[in-house]
């Protein structure tokens, strides 16, 4: 029976496999397969047992594992059993010198250089949409805005580049918090390798290092038991941060999206979506807030990971349940939040005609600032010209007048500037600064970075 919505609703299948039991297992023994041929080499075990240990290790399936649990309680040597049985007479020297997180943490580094693939991926195109969608939307001004109040004029590709910075910013983090996190251990029970040494292993660090770039893997520079957790909270809490990123992005879009605003719109499909099952007219940005929800999940699970650092002595077992839990759930929540967004920026409806309508609506306002300057310009200190012109703001909020209105009839303003020079303050589209050339910048920032991050793996 499926519970969780990442069983059915969040997350691709190809997201799902990656943690799926029966890949797991697969990874666990590919793990011990890779050991043993390690071990070979070093003369620790014979070519044959290596041998054995891989064709068992191709053979052995999540259901004998499981069945062995049942027995041994304990996952790792269920899987030893397995794998010793299937390789007969060299049974014996499966997981020779080595303790269960050797294999269990060298395998989820394998899950996460696997998901982080995908993550990049589908980063890739997310990038490539904001990118493409903002190259378009040059030449467009719109209304800026803060504390939700219109502020200066912006040029709307201006807006599309600190998407592309946030997530552009969010996937070089990635990168390095996954290189940091693909890590695995081959140094045994409570990190010494002691079991190596006295099976005759000169430097077990070598015979470390080479098990784990058969894998494609880094070492853990040191470890207890298991390779220290501050590497899975620091992955964990970049993926949050991305997860916020998106959600700030989100965000955007779902006020832009109404209806008393208008100027950025979810693609709707008018032939057969519903919006309400009692409001026949919504068109709702439902995907831009999904992203948003997920995003409170997210950060949720950077405080389990964080709480995962602080273990006794050289190990407890307090770790073990909660990874197994947020490990999948930040992957596969992350890459539906990518996704999902992916689509929303693809088919965003710009609505050039409701950003031109707003604009010229609340136009005064916009342009207040540049109002100012130009009175400071004439000589006018700068406190006077903002305390003039915030005058004749509040008389535009009581009495409905444009502020350029007010301002030709006012001695203060008319004594300094022409009519036909306040006129030519009106055009917001000439007040945007270097806008288009900052947001050009960071769409060249962002097409080089994504050759980058098509080489991740």
């Known amino acids: 029976m499926q519970v969780h919505p990442i069983d059915y609703r969040y997350g691709s299948m190809e997201m799902r496999k990656i943690f799926e039991p029966e890949n797991k297992i697969r990874l666990m023994a590919r793990v011990e397969a890779a050991l043993a041929k390690v071990q070979a080499k070093y003369h620790i075990i014979p070519q044959e047992a290596a041998d054995a240990i891989e064709r068992a290790s191709n053979e052995i399936t999540y259901r ?21 049985r299937k390789s007969g007479t060299y049974g014996g020297y499966v997981h020779l010198g080595v303790t269960s997180n050797d294999i269990l943490d060298t395998a989820m580094a394998l899950q996460i250089k696997m998901a982080g693939r995908l993550i990049m991926k589908r980063s890739i195109r997310l990038l490539n949409a904001i990118i493409s969608r903002g190259e378009e939307a040059v030449g467009i001004t719109a209304l800026g805005r803060t504390h939700g109040v219109i502020a200066d004029p912006i040029p709307l590709s201006l807006k599309f580049a600190l998407w592309s910075y946030l997530v552009r910013r969010s996937a070089e983090r990635m990168l390095l918090a996954l290189e940091d996190a693909s890590v695995g251990k081959i140094s045994g029970a409570v990190g010494t390798m002691a079991a190596l040494v006295e099976l005759g292993v000169d430097n077990p660090i070598m015979l470390q290092q080479e098990v784990l770039k058969e894998l494609g893997l880094k070492q853990a520079e040191i470890s207890t038991q298991i390779v220290p957790r501050d590497r899975l909270a620091y992955l964990i809490s970049t993926m949050s941060l991305y997860s916020s990123a998106l959600d700030n992005i989100g ?13 950025l719109e979810e693609y709707f499909e008018e032939t057969s979506q519903v919006g309400s099952s009692t409001m026949p007219h919504k068109r709702n940005p439902i995907k831009s807030e999904k992203v948003c929800g997920l995003a409170r999940i997210m950060r949720s699970l950077v405080v389990a990971a964080l709480e995962n650092i602080v273990l006794e002595h050289e190990r407890d077992l307090t770790n073990s349940s909660a990874e197994r839990c947020f490990l999948p759930e930040a992957f596969l929540l992350l890459e539906e939040q990518i996704v999902t967004l992916s689509d929303v920026i693809e088919n965003l409806r710009i609505n050039r005609d409701r950003i031109k309508e707003n604009l010229e609506r609340y136009r005064d306002l916009t342009l207040s600032e540049r109002l100012m300057i130009a009175l400071v310009k004439k000589g006018v200190g700068r406190q006077t010209a903002h305390e003039i012109v915030r005058k004749l703001s509040m008389r535009s909020y009581s009495t409905g007048k444009s502020i350029f209105e007010i301002a030709i009839e006012d001695k203060s303003v008319r004594n300094v500037l022409s009519p036909n020079e306040l006129k030519d303050l009106l055009d917001p589209s000439s007040y945007i600064g270097v806008g288009e050339d900052l947001a050009r910048e960071e769409f060249y920032r962002a097409r080089e970075f994504l050759k980058e991050a098509r080489s991740y793996g």
């Open 64 to 84: 004998e594992v499981k069945e062995e649990e049942e027995k041994t309680k304990h996952e790792t040597m269920a899987l030893v059993k397995v794998l010793a």
């Open 251 to 263: 965000n955007e879009i779902r006020n832009l999206h109404r209806t008393e605003i208008g100027e």
